[in-house]
């Protein structure tokens, strides 16, 4: 079992910007590929950023590509996402979440097989 964590959310004026953390606990966390997903209201939860076990290789939504960088320190147990130039676009719960298979589609959410219980952020215009 892994134990995630995230923190960081808060309201943010349109331009600003914001870093996510999230804190894991349990099985190795270096073991686990990690991903950031994010759900407005009345929408699906949609894929926002992924990251390989080192750290070597990360992956991002178009909506969200240069914008938002998404890190770990597995010394820590924690994976970041630093979130610049928000948008009222991107307001939404942010979930971190977590798996221990390598898998083709890392987009996917059913891929994941451990979530946090989110943290919200709002982007005011």
């Known amino acids: 079992q892994v134990q995630l964590v995230e923190s960081g959310g808060g309201l943010v004026q349109a331009g600003g910007s914001l870093r996510l953390s999230c804190a894991a606990s349990?099985?190795?966390?270096?073991?686990?590929?990690m991903g950031w997903f994010r759900q407005a209201p009345g929408k699906e939860r949609e894929f926002v950023a992924t990251?390989?076990?080192?750290?070597?290789?990360?992956y991002y939504a178009d909506s969200v590509n240069g914008r938002f960088t998404i890190s770990r320190d597995n010394a820590k147990n924690t994976v970041y996402l630093q979130m610049n130039s928000l948008k009222p676009e991107d307001t939404a719960v942010y979930y971190c979440?977590?798996?221990?298979?390598?898998?083709?589609?890392?987009?996917?959410?059913?891929?994941?097989?451990?979530w946090g219980q989110g943290t919200q952020v709002t982007v005011s215009s």
């Open positions: 979440a977590a798996r221990v298979s390598w898998v083709l589609d890392d987009r996917k959410k059913d891929a994941y097989d451990y």
């Open positions: 349990g099985r190795t966390f270096s073991n686990h590929y």
């Open positions: 990251i390989n076990r080192s750290g070597g290789t990360t």
